[in-house]
């Protein structure tokens, strides 16, 4: 049972390079969320999707753009990087908005 | 929108002594309270949640919660803790609308 997975696990961008963060979850969730992790600003939220074929923005939607693919899938893009991007992104699923969120294990994005 | 005050950045206690992380969120109406504790390097773990019923809830690892409407807020609790509880801990809020929203995070730090 892989839960919600993931990738990159590490990636090193050039400001002004595009990337797209993956994030597939197996457990027919309905909720997917982004968030980025931030030394003493906690985890907030970018993106996230309270189904399929809706996205709705969060606290720091500006300079990201997401997909929700389909039911598994939640991609987020960042198109044109920014040394202020730099952060540990979170992916998360949730059956329903009063249950836990399950959260991947992160991808370590550095922007130089 | 709802929003999550964690007013303590930092928290020491002694192993063996008890344990209040304050919480203290703001929503017009009842909401949907978590705590997560993230170890080191590793992601997050939900450790109870309430959402409607007892306002005192039990959740893993003898941490406990109890939600109070009248001071807004939903303090996580312990008698007596470990060298291993040391960890941040995040509390969150849900508004109904699949928006969750985490506080900033309290580390905790236990001494010998």
């Known amino acids: 049972n892989a839960g919600v997975t993931q990738t990159p696990k590490f990636q090193v961008l050039k400001t002004g390079q595009s990337m797209t963060l993956q994030c597939a979850q197996d457990?027919?969730?309905?909720?997917m969320y982004w968030y980025r992790q931030d030394p003493g600003m906690g985890l907030r939220l970018i993106y996230y999707?309270?189904?399929?074929?809706?996205?709705d923005k969060g606290e720091v939607p500006n300079g990201y753009n997401v997909s929700r693919l389909n039911k598994r899938e939640f991609s987020l893009r960042l198109e044109s990087a920014a040394p202020s991007q730099t952060s540990v992104y979170f992916c998360?699923?949730?059956?329903?908005?009063?249950?836990?969120?399950?959260f991947g294990n992160g991808t370590r994005l550095t922007v130089t | 929108a709802q929003s999550v005050t964690q007013p303590d950045i930092h928290i020491t206690v002694s192993e063996g002594a008890s344990l209040e992380l304050r919480c203290n969120y703001s929503?017009?109406?009842?909401?949907?309270l978590f705590w997560y504790v993230q170890s080191p390097g590793q992601g997050l773990q939900l450790l109870l949640k309430?959402?409607?019923?007892?306002?005192l809830v039990q959740g893993i690892k003898g941490f406990e919660a109890e939600f109070k409407r009248s001071q807004s807020s939903f303090n996580l609790r312990k008698p007596s803790v470990h060298w291993s509880d040391a960890a941040e801990y995040f509390c969150?809020?849900?508004?109904?609308?699949?928006?969750?929203?985490f506080g900033k995070g309290t580390r905790l730090h236990i001494l010998p």
């Open positions: 998360a699923s949730s059956d329903r908005d009063n249950s836990p969120l399950h």
């Open positions: 457990m027919n969730h309905n909720s």
């Open positions: 999707s309270a189904s399929e074929g809706t996205t």
């Open positions: 929503y017009g109406a009842t909401p949907y």
């Open positions: 309430y959402f409607s019923g007892d306002t």
């Open positions: 969150a809020v849900g508004a109904g609308d699949d928006k969750i929203i």
